[in-house]
């Protein structure tokens, strides 16, 4: 039996758990074949340290993937991060064109909050709403979704009908499906809602929400989405292990979080992500 292969592009924080140091050992424990691209390496991420440091890798891009290209290798997805510039964005969908017949997944990690990150401009918005147009799915969250769309950012007091036209508007930007993230409907849960514009088919999965933020959990999600959603499970289970493994990543950290406000214990919770694993590909 042949093992998937994932292509992941994003930049490589040496501590802090997020970005490559989760994607490539998540998906792995997945069982995919899980082949990196950083475009920086950092020696911390930037929430919440000082002093880090940082070396753009723009110029590396290229030739790994004309490497690449010359070796014959082919992928069977790629999933995307942080991106430090327009010109990585462009490098991105370069990529998607010189492997085309992959599955593409787009994180536009650009904001949160209501606000565009440090150092982003609406121009870099725009640029990656384009990348977004070339891929067969992604997943903003909801700040993202708003800048994507030009529409103000609605933090609460949404409803279904109104995550359901967000997600057509997203879908109607090019891409195949949207997954919009961090929807919280009553208070109690928190979750991620799917839009397939080619079956109109909407799906769902709803965990408890645990009132607080931690760096990284946005890259967990995506990575288990990607990752399941390579192994073909579909996108309702892909969804309910994505949910549901991030939401037991951030358990495992609350009575430590103090120490580990930097990041999730992620590790200590791949065993029971095996376990949803196993569950989809039974039933």
């Known amino acids: 039996m042949n093992q998937y292969r994932i292509a992941t592009i994003q930049d490589l924080s040496c501590f802090g758990k997020c970005s490559l140091t989760v994607a490539v050992p998540l998906m792995s424990a997945m069982g995919l074949e899980v082949c990196p691209i950083p475009t920086a390496i950092l020696s911390t991420h930037t929430g919440g340290f000082t002093g880090w440091t940082f070396r753009d890798l723009s110029e590396d891009i290229p030739k790994i993937v004309e490497h690449w290209k010359k070796e014959g290798l082919t992928f069977d997805a790629v999933s995307t991060g942080y991106l430090g510039s327009i010109s990585q964005i462009g490098m991105v969908s370069d990529f998607f064109d010189t492997f085309p017949g992959m599955l593409r997944v787009v994180d536009p990690v650009m904001a949160d909050h209501g ?24 997943v903003p969250n909801l700040t993202e979704a708003a800048f994507m769309l030009n529409e103000p950012y609605i933090a609460t007091g949404y409803d279904e009908e109104y995550i359901h036209a967000l997600l057509q508007r997203l ?88 120490n580990h406000w930097y990041g999730v214990k992620f590790e200590e919770s791949i065993p029971f992500m095996l376990k949803l694993l196993d569950k989809c590909k039974c039933e």
């Not at 606000?115 to 067969?136: N, P, Q, S, W």
């Not at 073909?232 to 951030?250: K, P, S």
């Open 115 to 138: 606000k565009l990150y440090t150092g982003f401009t609406l121009e870099y918005a725009a640029e990656m709403t384009k990348l977004c147009a070339k891929a067969d799915v992604i």
């Open 171 to 258: 879908t109607a930007l090019g891409c195949c499906t949207a997954v919009v993230t961090g929807v919280i409907y009553d208070g109690a849960h928190q979750g991620a809602v799917a839009y397939d514009s080619k079956t109109g088919e909407y799906f769902e999965h709803f965990n408890e929400n645990i009132d607080v933020t931690f760096h990284g959990t946005g890259d967990i999600f995506t990575s288990a989405l990607a990752g399941a959603l390579t192994l073909e499970l579909g996108m309702q289970r892909a969804l309910e292990v994505a949910v549901d493994y991030t939401v037991d990543c951030i358990r495992r950290t609350m009575d430590d979080k103090k």
